[in-house]
């Protein structure tokens, strides 16, 4: 059975740095792009960021660009989010799914359960 | 960046009734179109990828259609465990981006 689990949410004060994880089991990742995509509360889904297959391409929204960082670690089938200088509009739920099949752009087919993350002093 | 736009935002209907939700590329996806339901406090869960395909373990009652600009999802036979939020998401280009949800509700 597929599963994402994702950690690391909490809350942190605006300008400070918190690091998401996304760990897989069921599924290799060394196989799929992994993306973030987030949810402010009462609001609709935002994507984050994607990174492929073998870590050699990323891409991020505008709005956190330069602040976030997607990685991976195919050796822990694990996904990270590193988000510095956060801010109170980055409050949300982040959710981590998996997408392309190496190169060939897929739909998001499978997602976690999600990590709230509160920016707020 | 590609604009999506669903339509309705909001939606009212009976058990039993058929409906339509609609979205709209701002520019030819193709049939890079999925689209997700999501409950209260619950993760998206994808239902519909390329346009019309079912994703493993979706009722027939979900139907996709559409390509390049325009899409529909069609939900047939609301029952209770139905009424959701719906949104459609276009991956064709980066950044991938969702439309801004239709709240299904029970009318």
């Known amino acids: 059975q597929v599963q994402l689990v994702e950690s690391g949410g909490g809350v942190v004060q605006p300008g400070r740095s918190l690091r998401l994880s996304c760990a897989a089991s069921g599924i290799s990742l060394s196989d799929y792009g992994m993306h973030w995509v987030r949810q402010a509360p009462g609001k609709g889904l935002e994507w984050v960021a994607v990174?492929?297959?073998?870590?050699?391409?990323?891409f991020y929204a505008d709005s956190v660009k330069g602040r976030f960082t997607i990685s991976r670690d195919n050796s822990k089938n694990t996904l990270y989010l590193q988000m510095n200088s956060l801010r109170a509009e980055d409050t949300a739920v982040y959710y981590c799914a998996r997408g392309e099949y190496y190169e060939t752009r897929q739909d998001l087919d499978y997602w976690g359960q999600g990590t709230l993350v509160t920016v707020s002093s | 960046d590609i604009q999506m736009t669903q339509s309705p935002s909001s939606l009212s209907a009976s058990v039993g009734d058929r409906v339509t939700i609609t979205c709209r590329a701002s520019q030819d996806i193709s049939n890079s179109l999925a689209w997700f339901q999501q409950k209260p406090g619950k993760a998206p869960k994808s239902l519909i990828y390329?346009?019309?395909s079912f994703q493993s373990g979706v009722p027939s009652k979900f139907s996709g259609s559409g390509s390049g600009t325009d899409f529909t999802l069609t939900i047939s036979s609301l029952q209770p465990e139905d009424f959701a939020t719906y949104y459609c998401?276009?991956?064709?280009?980066?950044?991938?981006?969702f439309g801004q949800g239709t709240k299904l509700e029970i009318k």
């Open positions: 998401q276009q991956y064709n280009s980066y950044p991938y981006t």
């Open positions: 390329a346009a019309s």
């Open positions: 990174i492929w297959y073998d870590g050699s391409k990323k």
